[in-house]
């Protein structure tokens, strides 16, 4: 892999961290501040926290995997 796609693949990672942890925030802000009233907002953010987490761990991944070859 050359370093012009390396860089892409970092940007990437940057990009999927970035919106994982606004999402982890949006959740924090939902425990800290709005519950129990707000519970019924729990699962959507909860799912929307774990799949930008997940999406972030295989972009991550896969960036590690070029680094290494």
């Known amino acids: 892999m050359n ?3 390396l860089k892409v693949l970092r ?3 940057r990009r999927k961290k970035r919106i994982a ?4 925030s949006q ?9 129990p009233a707000a519970y019924a907002e729990i ?3 909860a799912e929307s926290t774990l799949e930008a ?3 972030w761990e295989e972009a991550n991944n896969k960036l590690m995997e ?3 070859a």
């Open 43 to 45: 699962p959507a953010i």
């Open 3 to 5: 370093e012009e796609e």
């Open 66 to 68: 070029a680094e290494g």
């Open 21 to 24: 942890s606004e999402w982890a």
């Open 53 to 55: 987490c997940k999406a």
């Open 27 to 35: 959740l924090h802000d939902l425990v800290e501040d709005r519950l």
């Open 11 to 13: 940007k990437d990672v």
